[in-house]
């Protein structure tokens, strides 16, 4: 019973490039959540999708961040013209509703050059 | 905004001793998580808490939510370096609302 997937675990990218980080929710779920945390800080709710829906997007910069979860294959986070405030790690959650914790993948850690 | 602060920020303790972290609101939540997230990793869930007073134990370590539902703390007995990581509560399960967390230091 897989846990939650992120690939890639590490993405390295130059600036104005284009990043795409996927997560796979644990079978079962479907509530996805995407998180930012920068080092020795907390995790920043960016957005909440379930399947084919964005339910809350409140935490996402309104430009060059999207995100998407369709009827089929992973959620994808994409960020388009990377800058190097935008270096953190990202977090993938899933539940399988809203009264359940999380259950977290590994993140992707963003490098910005 | 519900905001959650967590102190310290920072512990650091030897082996054996005691602890006990906290988690502050002044907004009231519904339900109330424990994670702890070693480095490189994700967090993971160590309890929902649910009802106000409520107390679970789970292993060493022992949860408590406040009787008004906005606070909770962390307990740990006889701390060991396995203990060592980054104790974040959130609020409410789905866009939970995370604390900074408190970064804790087991020493052998």
């Known amino acids: 019973n897989a846990g939650v997937m992120q690939n890639p675990r590490h993405l390295v990218r130059r600036r104005g490039q284009e990043a795409r980080l996927r997560c796979s929710p644990m079978k079962g779920h479907s509530h996805v959540y995407w998180y930012r945390q920068l080092p020795e800080e907390g995790l920043k709710f960016m957005v909440y999708l379930q399947k084919e829906n964005i339910i809350d997007e409140s935490g996402m910069p309104k430009e060059r961040f999207s995100a998407e979860f369709p009827k089929e294959g992973p959620s994808i986070l994409r960020i388009q013209q990377v800058v190097r405030g935008d270096s953190a790690a990202y977090f993938c959650?899933?539940?399988?509703?809203?009264?359940?914790?999380?259950?977290f993948g590994s993140g992707t850690r963003l490098t910005v050059v | 905004t519900q905001l959650l602060e967590q102190s310290p920020q920072f512990l650091s303790i030897q082996e054996g001793e005691n602890l006990t972290v906290y988690c502050n609101s002044s907004?009231?939540?519904?339900?109330l998580q424990w994670y702890r997230q070693e480095p490189g990793e994700g967090p993971v869930l160590l309890v929902t808490v649910v009802t106000g007073g409520e107390v679970k134990k789970l292993k060493r370590l022992t949860f408590q939510f406040g009787d008004a539902r906005k606070d909770s703390s962390l307990h740990i007995t006889a701390a060991q370096p396995g203990d060592t990581g980054l104790y974040l509560c959130a609020g409410d399960a789905g866009k939970s609302t995370f604390g900074d967390g408190t970064t804790l230091t087991v020493k052998p």
């Open positions: 907004s009231v939540f519904s339900s």
């Open positions: 959650a899933s539940s399988p509703g809203q009264i359940y914790g999380y259950t």
